[in-house]
């Protein structure tokens, strides 16, 4: 049996008529004290935008940086600071000069505030955790945590979901989801972030938590296939409060982080569960197009998450049948699609890759989500570390033109400089490689290797050790990039 690592580590039912779960509260004294502090102040020194939640401000891993400094020096962007992080692959969170990190050290969970700037400690929250992983991989956090104003989300591989003040880390409301919706525990456990989305004067945020009926658990760990979802693949919770709003799909959970996109005009959650794509109405759970994309093996499993440009939505998968292009805006054999009220409509597909394409021949996205820009789509192609390599391909046509070998499964952001449009890209192995936006070759403009100035860790002062899984975040010119053991600030606008 070979299972290759999900770095996030990475039929349908109606929305919920089976009985609310409360979340559990902090005590009353407590919730009254946090009902008075208004969102902490920002502590940037510059102007810029935040990146709070997995896949930055858009859910497309696109940063509007439009002056970042290129080409990069010859040691790389300056290293602004660099801290020490324990075992999980989650990127952080960072907001209001804020970056929040989530992380595992011996039986604990750990969250963290610093200073975004300078990595100062501003308060450090922890729990006990038994979390063990099915195969093997480490045992901390896979789902970025998400600031929402002055509130924070984690959501652990064990399933709780947890919202905590930004300013201070005083928990709110928590949510055991494993108990409440009776979980089997995924392949890595818990890997997809939250989504929060603004309904009306609510706030929600949704989650992938795939609930079964009691008693499911498999006579073995592994065999998820004799597992069957109930009505809870996909969950809301209030965001002030953590009651349940709404609860969609039986489908299992994934590791594909939902995410928000404009499809026929009007905002959908779009969500790709293990078997199933889904497009949610986001303020009732209501299922409007479904979409079954899934390579037919036991274990096998679904990570990046869709990239949606007008009303087509583009789901790529590693394990089997590869890339799929839907369009969501007409109307669906089963149902009336966007512009009507039916439910269950089936999307056009309007290209697929061809059966047995190999990851130069097509976009076979593990876990790092690609990225659009003008008609192309950037990102890693590949199942296993050996035979990973960065491509682009053709939006429409699905064809690589261009590809590059080394990078392992990297991940990739796209960021503006006076020079043009680039790829800031993080290969698995500690590379850090800025790479031009540009669909007809390939063009490395830098790469680097960031080093410590002073008191120099292991293996020659570098900073970065695979493996590096989680995806770069940029806000307000800085770049934050996670390896084992490491986080590190570099300043992309120092020229």
């Known amino acids: 049996m070979r299972l290759a690592a999900a770095a996030v580590l990475w039929l349908q039912t109606g929305p919920g008529t089976a009985p609310v779960a409360a979340a559990e509260p902090v005590p009353r004294a407590a919730r009254e004290t946090m009902s008075q502090k208004a969102e902490p102040p920002s502590l940037w020194s ?18 509007s940086l439009a002056d970042m400094a290129v080409p990069w020096p010859a040691a790389g962007p300056r290293v602004a600071w660099h801290c020490e992080v324990g075992e999980g692959y989650c990127a952080p969170a960072v907001a209001l000069g804020r970056a929040v990190v989530f992380d595992r050290t011996g039986d604990k969970i750990r969250v963290r505030c610093l200073e975004a700037e300078s990595g100062r400690p501003i308060w450090e929250q922890s729990y006990p955790t038994a979390y063990a992983d099915t195969f093997g991989y480490d045992g901390g956090p896979r789902a970025a945590p998400v600031i ?25 409301w928590r949510v055991d989801t494993a108990a409440e919706y009776h979980v089997v525990q995924n392949f890595f456990g818990v890997g997809a972030a939250p989504l929060v989305v603004a309904c009306g004067t609510e706030r929600l945020v949704v989650v992938q938590v795939g609930g079964s009926r009691p008693g499911s658990r498999p006579p073995a760990p592994e065999r998820l296939d ?8 996909l969950v809301a919770f209030d965001l002030a409060t953590g009651r349940e709003r709404w609860r969609s799909s039986g489908q299992l959970a994934s590791y594909s982080g939902p995410v928000l996109a404009e499809i026929g005009g009007r905002e959908l959650v779009l969500a790709w569960m293990r078997d199933d794509f889904l497009a949610v109405d986001p303020a009732t759970g209501g299922i409007l197009h479904a979409f079954r994309w899934r390579a037919d093996e036991l274990f096998s499993a679904v990570a990046a998450s869709p990239v949606a440009a007008g009303n087509e939505v583009l789901l790529s998968e590693t394990y089997g049948p590869g890339s799929v292009l839907l369009d969501l805006g007409g109307k669906g054999p089963g149902g009336e699609g966007l512009g009507g009220q039916g439910l269950g409509g089936t999307p056009t597909v309007l290209r697929q890759d061809p059966a047995g394409s190999r990851p130069s021949q097509a976009l076979r996205a593990h876990w790092g989500t690609p990225v659009h820009r003008d008609g192309h789509v ?63 070759r390939y063009e490395e403009v830098s790469r680097a290797r960031p080093i410590a100035a002073a008191e120099p860790p292991a293996r020659g002062g570098e900073l970065l050790a695979p493996p590096c899984w989680a995806a770069p975040v940029v806000a307000h010119g800085y770049l934050y990039v996670r390896g084992k053991g490491r986080l590190v600030c570099l300043d992309l606008l120092s020229p």
């Open 46 to 63: 510059r102007p810029g935008e935040d990146w709070s939640g997995f896949l930055g401000p858009t859910g497309n891993g696109r940063s």
């Open 148 to 172: 929402a104003g002055d509130r924070l989300l984690t959501y652990d591989p064990e399933g709780r979901l947890e919202c905590r003040s930004l300013a201070d880390g005083t928990s709110l």
């Open 226 to 233: 004799l597992v069957k979802g109930l009505d809870s693949g």
């Open 378 to 440: 950037y990102g890693s192609s590949g199942r296993n570390a050996g035979d990973a390599i960065l491509v682009c391909a053709d939006w429409k046509t699905g064809g690589i033109t261009w590809s590059e070998p080394g990078l392992g499964r990297a991940s990739v952001a796209l960021v503006g400089s006076r020079a043009g449009d680039h790829l800031v890209v993080l290969g698995e192995f500690g590379d850090l490689v800025l790479v031009k936006a540009d669909p007809a």
